[in-house]
């Protein structure tokens, strides 16, 4: 807005009759005001005197009512300053009167003369009545108020010292989430005086980027806070709010007249910001303001900068602060002169309350720095701090003790009692794990950094080689020898690894060539370690891993260890457990799986589980069953096993399913087998002999052979009403596989298969003929002659003559 420009205002109040009504009512207007904001407008300017003001007032006590001077955006993104003042009685003289004077700025205008609002804080500028010809006086100008200054705030500040990091990190808060302004809580502010809530409102304001502090929205007083729109409400203690503690997330409240606050919260901004105030020296706000951030995603809010500028004018700062300003500095500190770093320095060296693990790594890079003022005063704590820190070294991340060694030997503070601590430390660094950081976690790039730390410190240290590769042997043992035998080369290339039998576990495995047996190269591998570690279980143990790490073990692989160790040997190991694993998880068709059940169970030197048992037995009972060297009753076996072994994993139940199917469905089924299948009516067992029953092989058995379709429709049609699974299967056989099959017969081949059901007499050719009668459609078997459930399919009709 142009110098010069009359500001468009408003006037309030409660009038006499006149052509726009009497009592509260807009008396002047400016004509660059939109008329659709003035009901807006209206909801903001209102006054209600404090609860316990006196209802009737003095002349003398109206000075004492407080203002309500306010700072507001519209909803068209204008913005609206305001000044309140009770009035008293108004021209009826009644009583509840008050007088608003506002100016309106449009969205693009800023405050006149450069000012912040909360500079307008008793401006001359502002009217204590309306025009009395309903214009507003031309007004080209808002003059500052005169009651704060740097001085007075400060004093403030000092005096408000244990609030005031609350109220900065609650200010900061209210622009972190500026895309959802819905979430931002408002912030309360009581005090008896509603110029102590200006203070608050101009200390929030010298913080904030100039952007943010002149679209800062507040009220100095209000007495109905919960229906204020502004970022920043002020309130006396009677004012019509109940704080309920931090139940409300609404509100953040800083009540400073001993009622109840909010939690503060965590910030290190904020704490820096608060001593700059108290060590009255806001101008370093706007310094650092101009300087680079250092690192922070808010930028604006960057804590490093400000830390940096407030440490260069001896400003005490926490270890937060210092480890900030420290990092800055590194940072961008080189574009400064000794003026700069004299004083940081000295401040940092200094400290105050105990250096946490950040600071003294924070400090490392500015050793150099800190060396070139070791004869000053200020390094005096500092050299005393890093004694003590270097006493408990050993309970130090490693990463601090490498920067307590670093500072030390900038400072020339003895170190030698810290060197036999390196080892045990640097042997955790080199493997990548171990409590290095406070929290347990660390980077990859971070681990290696270390390593690459401690390795050239190893190059200075060889009398603490054989700790540290102790270290590493024994982790070897139970984690990645290979990995682990290369760290040890990398950081001492000339140890002797012969005390350690897993670190040469793990060189051997990285000569091995590619495409080797992976059983031969087990045995080598077991070999390298030498023969003193032959049967050691760890050694055992980390050879397998080396081997079987990316390939998962097979069953022809396990059978050969298995076979080749000695039993007590794969169970101290554990390699039991990996053998026994190849076998359950084996393919259903996998040749060796069998052979290696029966492997385990033959060598087994422990009691397996019930259930490992009973799976391992089911799986070598199939291969016995597929090769034909099962003995009677396998099928009954089977059912038992299937039981005991559950949950039974799929392959072994697939492998046994068609093992038993592929017997029962043959030519020459053992005799009584069937029998027990269907007796059991195992719904898993007979739905894999209905799948097998329904495969090419014995549709083209069928086809070819008139005694396997007498036999089948015997099987098929006896056990009646046995069981509702036996049923459900024979009868679907009958219709879906058999009928369609001997359809398709020629007519002698028919006569054979009933020649076949004649042989030893009974009624099976009759019931065969009737059951493939034409037009006779889904007849079940064994029912034209009502078999009972006793006529089981113990065997075809004339067996028991052929036999």
Not at 91 to 107: I, K, Q
Not at 160 to 189: E, K, M, N, S, T
Not at 475 to 487: E, K, T, Y
Not at 553 to 582: F, K, M, Y
Request: proline share 8%.
């Amino acid at each position: 807005m142009n110098s010069g420009t009359c500001l468009a205002q408003l006037h309030y109040t409660s009038a006499a009759p006149g052509p726009d009504g009497s009592g509260f009512r807009f008396t002047a207007v400016s004509e660059d005001v939109p008329a659709n904001l003035l009901r807006e407008i209206e909801q903001l300017i209102g006054y209600e005197p404090p609860r316990d003001a006196p209802s009737r007032p003095s002349p003398s006590e109206l000075g004492l009512f407080p203002a309500a001077f306010t700072h507001s955006t519209l909803s068209d993104g204008s913005r609206l300053l305001c000044r309140s003042v009770y009035t008293g009685a108004d021209y009826s003289g009644r009583y509840g009167n008050f007088h608003a004077h506002a100016v309106w700025l449009p969205d693009i205008a800023p405050v006149p003369a450069g000012l912040l609002p909360v500079e307008l804080w008793e401006s001359p500028s502002w009217s204590s009545g309306t025009p009395e010809d309903g214009r507003p006086e031309p007004l080209t100008e808002l003059l500052p108020g005169r009651r704060m200054d740097r001085r007075g705030l400060t004093a403030f500040a000092a005096a408000r010292a244990g609030r005031l990091p609350a109220f900065l990190a609650d200010v900061r808060a209210l622009f972190a989430a500026a895309d959802a302004p819905q979430l931002i809580p408002q912030l309360i502010v009581v005090e008896r005086d509603a110029h102590d809530t200006v203070q608050w409102i101009a200390l929030a304001s010298a913080v904030l980027p100039r952007e943010l502090a002149d679209r800062l929205t507040f009220t100095s007083y209000t007495r109905r806070p919960l229906q204020a729109r502004q970022q920043i409400v002020g309130i006396l203690p009677d004012a019509d709010f109940s704080f309920s503690g931090g139940a409300d997330h609404r509100y953040r409240v800083h009540d400073c007249t001993g009622g109840e606050s909010s939690p503060p919260r965590e910030d290190p901004w904020a704490s820096v910001a608060a001593r700059v105030w108290i060590a009255g020296l806001p101008r370093l706000f706007l310094v650092a303001e101009k300087l680079p951030p250092g690192g922070d995603a808010d930028g604006a809010f960057d804590h490093g900068r400000l830390a940096a500028v407030a440490a260069a004018e001896c400003v005490a700062l926490d270890s937060v602060g210092r480890t900030a300003a420290a990092r800055w500095a590194a940072r961008h500190g080189h574009a400064f002169d000794a003026e700069f770093w004299g004083p940081l320095l000295a401040t940092l060296a200094e400290g105050g309350d105990a250096r946490t693990a950040e600071e003294w790594l924070a400090l490392a890079p500015l050793a150099d720095r800190l060396g070139r003022l070791a004869g000053h005063d200020a390094t005096g704590p500092l050299k005393e701090e890093l004694l003590g820190a270097l006493a408990s070294v050993g309970r130090a991340p490693l990463d601090v003790v490498l920067a307590l060694l670093e500072l030390a030997d900038a400072l020339s503070v003895e170190t030698m009692g810290v060197l036999p601590v390196l080892a045990e430390r640097a042997s955790n660094a080199l493997m990548g794990g171990g409590p290095e950081t406070e929290n347990g976690t660390e980077s990859e790039t971070e681990n290696d950094e270390d390593a690459a730390t401690v390795a050239a410190a190893l190059g200075r240290l060889p009398a603490i080689w054989g700790a540290v590769l102790g270290e590493l042997d024994l982790a070897a043992s139970s984690g990645d020898p290979a990995r682990l035998a290369a760290v040890a080369r990398t950081a001492m290339p000339d140890a002797d690894l012969t005390d350690c039998p897993h670190l040469r576990l793990g060189e051997a495995a990285g000569r091995r060539p590619a495409g080797d047996d992976p059983v031969r190269a087990f045995h080598s591998l077991v070999a390298e370690a030498g023969p003193e570690h032959k049967g050691r279980a760890t050694v055992l143990s980390a050879a397998y891993r080396l081997v079987w790490a990316e390939c998962p073990l097979t069953p022809a692989q396990a059978r050969l260890i298995v076979n080749q160790l000695p039993p007590d040997w794969l169970c101290s190991s554990g390699i039991d457990d990996h053998v026994t694993e190849a076998a359950l998880q084996a393919p259903a068709h996998d040749p060796d799986a069998p052979e290696l059940a029966a492997d385990l169970l033959r060598y087994a030197t422990g009691a397996l589980q019930p259930r490992i048992r009973g799976a391992l037995s089911l799986l070598a009972l199939a291969g016995q069953i597929a090769d034909g060297r099962a003995a009677p009753g396998f099928t009954q076996e089977a059912i038992a096993l299937c039981r005991v072994a559950q949950p039974l994993e799929a392959a072994i139940a697939e492998r046994v399913g068609h093992a038993v199917a592929r017997t029962l469905l043959s030519p020459q089924p053992p005799p009584g087998e069937l029998e027990q299948l269907v007796r059991s009516g195992d719904p898993e067992l007979l739905a894999a002999y209905a799948d097998k029953a329904r495969g090419d092989t014995v549709r083209d058995w069928l086809r070819a052979s008139p005694p396997y379709v007498a036999a089948c429709f015997f099987y098929w049609s006896s056990g009646v009403g046995l069981n509702a699974a036996w049923d459900k299967t024979r009868t679907a056989l009958l219709a879906d596989v058999l009928r369609p099959v001997v359809r398709k017969l020629p007519e002698g081949t028919v006569a054979e298969v009933v020649r076949h059901l004649e042989r030893p007499g009974g009624g099976w050719a009759r019931e065969f003929q009737e059951w493939n009668r034409p037009g006779r459609i889904a007849r079940l078997g064994g029912r034209l002659r009502g078999r009972k459930s006793s006529d089981s399919p113990s065997g075809p009709p004339g067996e028991e003559r052929r036999r």
